[in-house]
C-alpha cells in the first residue's frame, strides 16, 4: 500500500459509512458480552433486517463505551442527535428500532443521561475511538485516522525525530513504573546491534484493571500502529504482545488485526512502501502475575519460567534474546500513534507539566458508576470517585480508594483533594499502577483488605529470591493472626519491622511491592489494627 | 552432495506419528511445526496440547520434550509454574471464580464458601465424582461486573450466591450426595 491509498481507503470507508442515515452501535466488549450483548447485537440485525426496507441503518459491533456496571450498552446515531441506551435486552432492541430508528422517538426508560460528569468529566485519547468503531475491521480504524501516525512517521521523519516528539510530548510508561517513553526509546536506538525486539506488556494482571483488555477488544490497531512507530524509531524488525490467557476475546482481535494490517502492508515486509520492514506476533502468558515484571516478561516469551532477573542490565539494552528491546504496555503504546499525529507539544498541553496526557481508570467496588474512565492527568481524586463515579452507594461512605493493585497502596478521604499524578500518588504511600480504582466503603475492613493483597503476593511470588518467598509468607501469617484477633502489640511491631526488609531486599518490583498495601493501611488506619489486637493487649 | 542435501531435509522437523495412533498428535506437532521445533515456542506448545488434550498428562509432556529437544525437566518446570497449565485431567464441568479486588470487596469470598460446601470440594480441586472442577481466577478483568464467575467458559455476572448454587444443582443433581464418598 502507499500513502496515497491509505488515503484513498480512509476516505472510501468515510462515504461508506455516510452512505447510512442512522446507525446502532453495540458494545461487544467482553464487559457487555457478559451480560448478553451477543443476543442484543442479534436482536438489532434480525430487527432491522425485518424494518429497515431501504437500507438506510447500519449496525455496528464495536468496543467498550465505559459504564461496564450497567451493560449491554447501546448507542444509537439519528437525526438529532446521539443516544446512549443501557441494559438493553433483546426484546427492547426490537423497540428502539421501531420507537426510536424508526418513530424518532428515544425510548426514555433505559437512555442514559450523557450530561453527567461520568461522560463530560472525560478526555479522550487512548479510548478515543473506543465504542465508536468496529474493532474487527481495519477499515474503520483507517477512517477514524488510524495508521496517519504510521504513515507521517515513514513518510516525513526520520527516526531519531519521532524520538523527539516522543520525548517532547513528555509520554511517561502507564504500566504504573512512570518511566519517560522517550529517553527508554532513546536508548534502545543508541545501542549498536543488528536485532532489536520491542515488546508490548499486555498482561494485565492487577486484580481490579481491565484498561489494557478493553483497548486490546475495542481498538486493537491503535496498538499495533504504536508498536510499529516504537519499531521505526528504535530500528527494530519484530514485536511481540505478550496477552494474558484471561483474555481471549483480545487475543482474537489481536489476531485479526494483525492478518488485516499484514494484508494492507501496514505491517510485514516494506511498510507503505519505505525500506522500513516489521512483524507482530502474539504471545499468550499462561497465569502467572510476576510476567507483568518485565524481565519476567520477557524470560516467559523466551518459553521459559516467568523469573525475573537483576537489573541492570535493562531491557533497552540487553533484553528478549539478549538483544536491545523495547517494553512498553498497552496504554503507553496506544498513546504513541495520536503523538506523532499531533505532535509531541499538543501531548504536553495535557495534563501536568510532569505528567502529561490522560490516564485510563478503571473503576470499580463500592462506587455507582463502574466502568472505564479517561482523564487527564492531574484531576483531583475526589473528582472521579464522586463526580464521574457517583460517589458510593446509598447509605455507605466513602472511607478509602485503593490504585495499583497488590503494589499500591489505600488512599483515606483525608488526602481525596489529591492531584492524580505520579508523583503525589506516591508522596501518599500509593503509586499510579496500571490504572485499577476500587473505592471501598464503610464496610470493608482494611486489615482484611491488607491480608488479602498479602495473599495474593504470597501466591504469586515466583520464589526466587528469599525476602519475597519468605517475607510474603510471614506477613500473611501475620496479618491473618490479626484478622482472627489473636495477634499482640509485638506481632504488629513485627509486621511493620518484615514490611521494611521485604520491601528493601526483594529482586524485584513484585517482592518490593508487595508491603504497600500493609504500610499505606497501617499509617492511615492504625486504628483498625490496634482495634483487632487480643483485649489485653490494645492501648 | 546430493545425499548431504537430503540427509538434511530428512532431519527437519515432521515428527514421525505418535506410535499410540492417537490424531491428537498432529494437531499437536502442526503447532510445533508452526514454531520450526523451536524451543522458545515452548508456552505457546503446551497451550496447544492442553487445548487438545484438555490437561497436560506425562506422556504429552515426554513428547513435547523431544520434539522441541528441551530437557523434560525444563518442560515439567514450565508447565508447573504457570496456573493456567492442568496437569490432572479437568471435571466435566468448570466454575471458575474471579478473585479480584473488585469481587473481593464485592462478596466473592462467601461465594466461594458457598461453592465449596455445596461441591464438597475446595478451589482447585475436583468433585469426587468428576462431575465439576473448581478453579479460581486472578482477575478476568471484568470489575465492573463483579462478582464474576466463568463457568463453562462463559462469563456470568453480579453472581450471587443462589445463581452459583442453581448452576451447581443443575450439575450435580439435587440429591445434595453429589461430593461424597
Known sequence: ?539 | MARTERAMTATKPAPAAHPSGDKRFKLLDRAINLHQGNGHALIEVLHTAQNVFGFLEDDVLLYIAHALKRPLSQVYGVATFYHYFRLKPAGEHTFILCQGTACYVKGAPQLQKAVEHRCRARFGETTKDGKVSLLTARCVGSCGLAPVAVVDGQMASKMSEADALARLNAWLGDDGKAGAP
Request: hydrophobic fraction near 40%.
Open chain 1, 1 to 539: 500500500m502507499t500513502h496515497d491509498e491509505l488515503h484513498e481507503k480512509a476516505e472510501a470507508e468515510r462515504a461508506r459509512q455516510a452512505g447510512f442515515a442512522k446507525r446502532v452501535r453495540c458494545c461487544t466488549a467482553s464487559g457487555c458480552q457478559a451480560c448478553g450483548a451477543g443476543e442484543v447485537h442479534k436482536a438489532f440485525e434480525v430487527a432491522i433486517e425485518q424494518h429497515d426496507k431501504d437500507d438506510t441503518i447500519e449496525v455496528v459491533p464495536t468496543g467498550c463505551m465505559g459504564l461496564c456496571g450497567q451493560g449491554p450498552l447501546v448507542t444509537v446515531e439519528a437525526p438529532g442527535g446521539e443516544v446512549l441506551y443501557e441494559q438493553v435486552t433483546p426484546a427492547l432492541a426490537g423497540r428502539i428500532v421501531v420507537e426510536h430508528l424508526q418513530g424518532g422517538t428515544p425510548v426514555a426508560e433505559i437512555v442514559v443521561d450523557t450530561s453527567v460528569p461520568f461522560f463530560a468529566a472525560q478526555t479522550k485519547i487512548v479510548n478515543e475511538n473506543s465504542g465508536k468503531i468496529d474493532a474487527t475491521r481495519i477499515e474503520a480504524y483507517l477512517a477514524a485516522g488510524g495508521y496517519a501516525g504510521l504513515a507521517k512517521a515513514l513518510g516525513e521523519l526520520q527516526p531519531g525525530q519521532v524520538i523527539d516528539e516522543i520525548r517532547a510530548s513528555g509520554l511517561r510508561g502507564r504500566g504504573g513504573g512512570g518511566y519517560p517513553t522517550g529517553l527508554k526509546w532513546a536508548i534502545t536506538r543508541k545501542v549498536e546491534q543488528e536485532q532489536k525486539y520491542v515488546v508490548c506488556n499486555a498482561d494485565e494482571g492487577d486484580p481490579g484493571a481491565f484498561m489494557d483488555r478493553s483497548v486490546l477488544e475495542s481498538d486493537p490497531h491503535r496498538v499495533l500502529e504504536g508498536m510499529a512507530i516504537a519499531g521505526y524509531a528504535v530500528g527494530a524488525t519484530q514485536g511481540y504482545i505478550y496477552v494474558r490467557a484471561e483474555y481471549p476475546l483480545a487475543i482474537e482481535r489481536l489476531k485479526t488485526a494483525i492478518r488485516q494490517a499484514e494484508r494492507q502492508g501496514l505491517l510485514g515486509n516494506r511498510i507503505l512502501e519505505s525500506s522500513f520492514s516489521f512483524r507482530i506476533d502474539i504471545r499468550v502468558g499462561a497465569g502467572a502475575f510476576v510476567c507483568g515484571e518485565e524481565t519476567a516478561l520477557l524470560r516467559s516469551i523466551e518459553g521459559r519460567r516467568g523469573r525475573p532477573r537483576p537489573r541492570p542490565p535493562y531491557p533497552s539494552e540487553s533484553g528478549l534474546f539478549g538483544k536491545p528491546t523495547v517494553i512498553n504496555n498497552v496504554e503507553t503504546f496506544a498513546n504513541v500513534a495520536p503523538i506523532i499525529r499531533n505532535g509531541g507539544a499538543w501531548f504536553a498541553g495535557i495534563g501536568t507539566p510532569k505528567s502529561a496526557g490522560t490516564k485510563v481508570f478503571a473503576l470499580a467496588g463500592k462506587i455507582r458508576n463502574t466502568g472505564l474512565i479517561e482523564v487527564p492527568m492531574g484531576i483531583p481524586l475526589r473528582t472521579i470517585v464522586f463526580d464521574i463515579g457517583g460517589g458510593t452507594p446509598e447509605g455507605t461512605t466513602f472511607k478509602a480508594a485503593q490504585t495499583g493493585g497488590p503494589s499500591g497502596g489505600c488512599i483515606p478521604a483525608a488526602h481525596l483533594d489529591l492531584p492524580v499524578d505520579y508523583e503525589s500518588l506516591q508522596a501518599v504511600g500509593s503509586i499510579m499502577g496500571s490504572g485499577g480504582l476500587i473505592v471501598m466503603d464503610s464496610t470493608s475492613s482494611m486489615v482484611d483488605v491488607a491480608r488479602y493483597f498479602m495473599e495474593f503476593s504470597m501466591d504469586e511470588s515466583c520464589g526466587k529470591c528469599i525476602p519475597c518467598r519468605v517475607g510474603t509468607v510471614q506477613l500473611h501469617g501475620l496479618l491473618d493472626k490479626l484478622t482472627h484477633g489473636d495477634a499482640t502489640a509485638a506481632d504488629l511491631e513485627l509486621l511493620e519491622e518484615l514490611c521494611v526488609m521485604v520491601k528493601e531486599t526483594s529482586l524485584c518490583g513484585l517482592g518490593q511491592a508487595a508491603p504497600n498495601p500493609v504500610l499505606s493501611t497501617l499509617r492511615f488506619f492504625r486504628d483498625e489494627y490496634l482495634a483487632v489486637l487480643q483485649p489485653a493487649e490494645r492501648s
